[in-house]
């Protein structure tokens, strides 16, 4: 694999204040992307946020209105560069599949391969990688779903491209297949030391596959980070309600430490240094596992006690949304010891020992706490997650 | 319109294991009244073909030598060569077309892809007769120039009067198709290619042309097949392809068999050209992919204009003239004095041949589509098939053969309004049978099950529900056979009473006797009445949707 040996460029792509326009809608809106040698980038973020956009700019299928973008130390786009997709050396895998129909898998994944006199080799050589090393002589149609996305991964890879763009090529299959095959791409990827960016809706794709995560919404890029990094100290309160469940709690900070009605937390990020000497309000990011739900004695439940409203299961753990009688709602977690929890039990919640973030309290943001996004827990079966009557 | 039951290559799992599990009645056995009914049906389709080959074998030995005489060598070979012409005719205006109405930014584009797809309902003979009135020696043409001297032009007819034509009527088989395989071809194919270092040029010639080719090959296959089964257009323009010297054979000789013979060759032409026609399409469907973005479009930029001028000359030639031709003749017809009291004789004639054919087509179609639908088995695919193997043959082969059976067998039903009827009846029957069979797959046998489990039986279930649900499907397919049988000219002119004239029988005496001003009422109400088939179809295909 010459192509990781060689001294390359720092960034496989670089992408600088792209821009690009639809009618009134900005689906891309000054957004920086950087992809190193070898690195797997995914793009996570809802529905129309503009990721596809992205990934279509990068590749040359699209134009943006504004900014630049190198791909393996090369201008390709803005200032006056206009390089077209033949000639951009990007690999894309597409959300349908998109094989030729008319041609075997072995002439598809040679289909970039005219002018290399290694044709043959490289084919199979490819085909040993995505483990199908049989098929070549197969039609796209006599494959399965799954097959088909993996020879379109081969077909990408055939040219050694600097860099692949998958857009959400796993989105039109079953979880189980999913799963298994994400897994498998990774691993071919890897084998192939390509640089990677992964456009992708679902949190659990963009978290175990990427080396970093970029979380886009409204065309921005929110924050860009390792995925633990994402996840623990998300940039802002979208990314923490994004990335998994997160409830923010009112509370008031100083000096890298906040105040809420859990008692004092330590802050870590952007925001632990800020507000040196004075106190500001701002909203803290708790996750559900930041919590110890315990069982509240029988009888009235005292001032301090939460009544459970909602369970879901996620088949790892057992989420509940709780109200304090002030109205406040909160997602915790609840061990395997208290496993029998009902819906309208009382329960008392004791904060463990955490770092994380706070974000400034600003005339947006919602007065309460928010539940998790459906967005993000959109994915996982639910259970029995019937209202209080 | 013709076609054969489709069979999809299997699809394979993960484990080379089939992945479509889903319940089938295959342990469900027909009610035998509905095998019989079924078998009789199929049995009735096939009747013409099985009779040819009887009396064909019954020739004397000089058929033998018949065949293989010059003149029968140069009809067959003016035959294929007509089929090429027009098959290569349809491709060079069916693509543009349809890459036209689909992937560039032309103007009026929806309006250009409804003008383009009318012709196909426009009978041949009326466009024939359209010409022949326009064009021809004494036509409107010359009528028009007559002022500058010109006393005749030159005949239109032969070979390339009726390629002309042909293609003209023909051509949205090629648009249609193509039309379709664009639209299901996911723009990322494109796109992969391009990222594979293509030029736009390389993709065309290296992938979206090769993705088209089973679609484009099937419509041209069509519109060949159209072309060698027709009688209308050739017989008014006079070229002696298969099926007009059928029709002289039959009319000119004492020893019929030798139309027998002519008539199996225009026979095993067409099925295998039907039979290739459905591996085509197979393959087409193969393609297909699960696009969920339109097309990608192109600016025609300066190419706009002579985009718009090529389609308006085919519109011009295949819709126009056509139309404006009618229409000067029956100006003049009616300034003349023509009765138009003849007109309405005939035309009721039509509608009652239509109107009887089309309940009792479709009461043939639901026997079949039951079955078909409800018990799918080797015997539904060989009832289905055979169906559609009687509608694949040639209009004047059939008729041929059903004026030998009569007259052999049933002498007294010859040249009656029943036998007419019911050929017409199992001869469109597959029209009917693809929508009837679409409507019952929604209806499904859930809505029966759900009345039966609210106390009904099987057949008050069935009468009560499936039946009603299944209306909007009898109705569009009932329409479909009644125009269809409304614009049938080989069987209405072979068999129909003599004295019992239909539109059809009319426009083709008036204009094999250059009664143009005579033929152009039926033939103007037959150009609206082809208008109503497309809008049928249309709704058709919401229908079946």
């Keep these: ?389 | 319109m013709s076609g054969v039951v489709s069979r999809r290559p299997p699809r394979f799992g993960p484990r080379g294991s089939p992945t479509r599990t889903a319940v089938r009645d295959t342990d469900r056995r027909a009610p035998w009244p509905l095998a019989v009914a079924a078998l009789i049906i199929a049995f009735l389709a096939l009747l013409p073909l099985v009779y040819l080959v009887i009396r064909a074998f019954g020739a004397e030995a000089s058929a033998a030598a018949f065949l293989l005489r010059p003149r029968t060598f140069g009809v067959v070979a003016g035959t294929l060569g007509l089929g090429l012409l027009v098959g290569a005719g349809s491709i060079g205006l069916g693509v543009p077309i349809a890459w036209l109405t689909t992937r560039t930014d032309l103007p009026g584009r929806p309006m250009w892809a409804v003008l383009t797809a009318i012709p196909l309902a426009i009978p041949s003979y009326v466009v024939g007769f359209a010409f022949l009135a326009f064009f021809g020696p004494r036509g409107a043409l010359q009528g028009l120039l007559a002022p500058l001297g010109v006393e005749r032009l030159p005949s239109i007819g032969g070979l390339f009067g009726a390629a002309l034509v042909l293609t003209l009527v023909s051509f949205p088989y090629v648009s249609i198709a193509t039309r379709a395989a664009i639209l299901r071809t996911d723009p990322a194919v494109e796109e992969s290619a391009r990222l594979l270092g293509d030029s736009r040029l390389a993709v065309f010639r290296r992938v979206t042309l090769p993705v088209l080719v089973p679609a484009i090959a099937a419509g041209a296959l069509l519109a060949i097949l159209y072309a060698l089964s027709d009688f209308g257009a050739v017989s008014l323009l006079q070229f002696d392809s298969l099926s007009r010297a059928i029709y002289l054979q039959y009319g000119a000789s004492f020893d019929r068999s030798l139309a027998a013979i002519l008539a199996l060759v225009l026979v095993v032409i067409t099925l295998a050209l039907t039979w290739g026609e459905g591996r085509l399409r197979d393959r087409a469907g193969t393609y297909a992919s699960r696009a969920r973005r339109p097309p990608t479009t192109v600016a025609l930029g300066r190419w706009r204009w002579p985009a718009v001028a090529f389609l308006t000359v085919v519109v011009g030639l295949a819709l126009v003239v056509p139309v404006g031709t009618i229409a000067w003749w029956l100006v003049r017809g009616l300034a003349q004095g023509e009765p138009l009291r003849l007109v309405v004789d005939v035309a009721l004639n039509s509608f009652l041949v239509g109107g009887i054919a089309a309940v009792a087509s479709v009461a043939l179609a639901l026997v079949v589509a039951l079955l078909a639908a409800r018990y799918p088995s080797r015997l539904a695919t060989l009832v289905e098939s055979s169906t559609y193997a009687g509608y694949a043959l040639p209009g004047i082969v059939v008729a041929l053969a059903m004026v030998f059976l009569a007259t052999r067998t049933l002498p007294i039903v010859y040249q009656t309004l029943v036998l007419l009827v019911a050929v017409y009846a199992v001869r469109f029957m597959p029209q009917a049978i693809g929508g009837l069979r679409a409507g019952l797959g929604q209806a499904g046998r859930g809505l029966e099950e759900a009345g039966r489990s609210l106390g009904d039986g099987p057949v008050r279930a069935f009468a009560r529900l499936t039946l009603p649900a299944l209306r909007p499907a009898f109705v569009a397919a009932g329409a479909l056979v009644f125009l269809t049988v409304v614009k049938e000219l080989p069987l209405a002119l072979l068999l129909a009473p003599i004295g019992f004239d239909t539109l059809a029988t009319e426009i083709w005496d008036a204009a094999t006797s250059g009664f143009y001003a005579r033929a152009a009422a039926p033939a103007a109400l037959l150009l609206v009445l082809s208008v109503g088939t497309v809008a049928v179809l249309l709704r058709f295909e919401d229908a079946t949707r």
Excluded at chain 1, 126 to 140: H, K, S, T, V
Excluded at chain 1, 246 to 257: C, F, K
Excluded at chain 1, 276 to 302: K, N, Y
Aim: proline share 7%.
């Design chain 1, 1 to 389: 694999m010459s192509a990781v040996i060689r001294p390359g460029p720092a960034f496989a792509v670089q992408a600088r204040g792209l821009r690009r326009r639809f009618g009134d809608v900005l689906a891309v809106d000054d957004v920086d992307l950087d992809v190193m040698p070898g690195e797997m980038l995914t793009v996570l973020g809802p529905s129309g946020c503009g990721k596809t956009t992205v990934l279509r700019l990068i590749a040359g299928l699209d134009t943006p209105d504004a900014g630049t973008i190198e791909i393996g130390g090369r201008r390709v786009s803005g200032a006056g560069a206009s390089v077209p997709p033949e000639r951009r050396r990007v690999g894309m895998v597409f959300q349908d599949v998109a094989l030729f129909p008319h041609l075997s898998v072995r002439d598809n994944i040679g289909y970039g391969l005219r002018r290399d006199p290694d044709r043959e080799v490289r084919v199979r050589e490819l085909l040993e990688l995505i483990a199908l090393p049989d098929a070549g002589d197969r039609m796209p149609y006599q494959l399965s779903g799954g097959m088909q996305q993996r020879v379109a991964v081969a077909r990408a890879l055939a040219p050694r491209p600097d860099v692949v763009l998958l857009d959400e090529p796993f989105s039109s299959l079953d979880a189980a297949l999913r799963t298994q095959l994400r897994g498998d791409v990774r691993e071919i990827l890897r084998a192939a030391g390509a640089a990677a960016v992964f456009v992708t809706h679902d949190q659990d794709e963009a978290l175990t596959l990427g080396d970093r995560v970029a979380v886009m919404v409204r065309g921005r890029v929110e924050q860009v980070a390792p995925p633990e990094v994402v996840y623990g100290e998300p940039a802002t309160p979208f990314v923490a309600t994004f990335v998994g469940t997160a409830n923010l709690v009112h509370g008031e900070y100083r000096d890298g430490l906040a105040v809420t009605r859990f008692g004092v937390v330590r802050l870590v990020g952007r925001g632990s240094g800020a507000g040196a000497g004075t106190t500001r309000r701002g909203l803290v990011v708790m996750r559900p596992e930041h919590f110890e739900v315990l069982e509240a004695p029988d009888g009235p439940a005292d001032a301090g006690s939460w009544r459970i409203l909602r369970r879901r299961f996620t088949g790892t753990e057992i989420l509940y949304e709780v109200a304090a009688p002030d109205g406040e709602r909160l997602w915790v977690e609840a061990g395997h010891a208290v496993r029998r929890l009902r819906l309208g039990d009382a329960v008392n919640l004791r904060l463990r020992e955490i770092e994380t973030v706070v974000f400034p309290a600003v005339g947006a943001h919602p007065a309460t706490t928010t539940a998790p996004l459906d967005a993000g827990l959109a994915a996982t079966p639910e259970s029995s997650a019937t209202a209080l009557g």
